[in-house]
């Protein structure tokens, strides 16, 4: 998909503004219901500045004091698929998504064992989360001692942001591919 105009985010059809966002993050009816009313009643200088404005109301969801944000929090953070490992529902998935994948697929299947351990363990240690992160063209190996890190540390608090701007970084990285190609 080509992003539009974003001038004209506001005045497209709720389908297209819908697909913007799954481009940019990921699919996530979570995502939609908190995005939609922003999308079609505010308009944004850059892709940027719209990606941290999905960015601010994420982290605004993420107290502790109410059980529904932080479900819904949850609900957009998960939409991510697992590193290294193909979707359950690769419909699921964006475009954007699936190449980032095949770049983690290349590889030992012992390293790919390794991958889907450490990706069962983060979800036992952070239920309700999936680990996300920038690969930027990192390998593997560099990607799992981040992940052992952030499992070791074990602070949630800390994950939901790392989750949050790992997530905004993807998408600004994917908005800045897509406007090259216009």
């Known amino acids: 998909m080509d992003l539009p105009a974003l001038a004209s985010l506001p005045s497209l059809p709720q389908e297209t503004q819908l697909r913007v966002l799954d481009t940019l993050f990921?699919?996530?009816p979570e995502l939609h219901q908190l995005m939609l009313p922003v999308l079609a009643n505010q308009s944004f200088n850059s892709y940027a500045s719209l990606i941290d404005a999905v960015g601010g109301r994420m982290s605004a969801?993420?107290?502790?004091?109410?059980p529904t944000d932080r479900n819904v929090l949850f609900g957009i953070?998960?939409?991510h698929p697992r590193l290294g490992r193909p979707a359950a529902n690769p419909e699921h998935l964006s475009e954007l998504s699936k190449k980032e994948q095949a770049q983690l697929q290349v590889g030992a299947e012992e390293q790919a064992e390794k991958?889907?351990?450490l990706n069962a363990e983060y979800e036992e240690r952070f239920p309700g989360l999936r680990f996300v992160s920038f690969v930027n063209g990192r390998s593997r190996d560099v990607i799992?001692?981040?992940?052992?890190?952030?499992?070791?540390?074990?602070?949630?608090d800390r994950e939901i942001e790392e989750i949050i701007q790992a997530m905004c970084n993807i998408a600004k990285d994917r908005a800045r591919k897509l406007q090259a190609r216009i």
Not at 144 to 156: A, K, P, S, T, Y
Request: net charge negative.
């Open 144 to 156: 799992m001692v981040e992940m052992r890190q952030r499992i070791d540390r074990g602070d949630i």
């Open 77 to 79: 953070l998960g939409s």
């Open 61 to 66: 969801l993420s107290a502790d004091n109410s």
């Open 26 to 28: 990921e699919p996530s």
């Open 115 to 117: 991958l889907r351990a």
